[in-house]
């Protein structure tokens, strides 16, 4: 059983910074092969936005997010990031980490475990 619990979030103005937390992400394993970030924003459907592939710390980010964001995992503390930099007012959403069992990463619909969510909010 995966617990994960996440912690950060908040608001800043356009152009600001926030780094979120995921604590409780395990090792590589046959049930837990990729982690990722997920967002929900205002009337939107849920998106992922970056992963990284848990046996060989292999990343992507989705185009939007791409220079902005850094997704990384600290594997003694059991811990995934999302370091958030120059951030839009587009951005704002309910962000969720998540793991998922295969290894394709960016098949986003496989990931099965999640955190409770966390808000980010960017005004203009």
């Known amino acids: 059983q995966v617990n994960l619990r996440q912690s950060g979030g908040g608001s800043v103005q356009s152009g600001g910074s926030l780094r979120l937390s995921c604590t409780g992400v395990?090792?590589?394993?046959?049930?837990?092969?990729?982690a990722a970030w997920f967002r929900q924003a205002p009337g939107r459907e849920r998106e992922g936005v970056a992963y990284?592939?848990?046996?060989?710390?292999?990343?992507d980010h989705i185009l939007s997010v791409r220079g902005r964001f850094r997704i990384s995992r600290d594997e003694r503390e059991e811990t995934l990031s999302l370091q958030m930099d120059n951030l839009r007012p587009e951005d704002t959403g309910m962000y969720y980490c998540?793991?998922?069992?295969?290894?394709?990463?960016?098949?986003?619909?496989?990931?099965?475990?999640w955190g409770q969510g966390t808000q980010v909010t960017v005004s203009s």
């Open positions: 990284v592939y848990l046996g060989g710390d292999s990343t």
């Open positions: 395990p090792e590589y394993s046959d049930t837990n092969k990729c």
């Open positions: 998540a793991t998922s069992p295969y290894w394709s990463c960016n098949s986003w619909d496989r990931y099965n475990n």
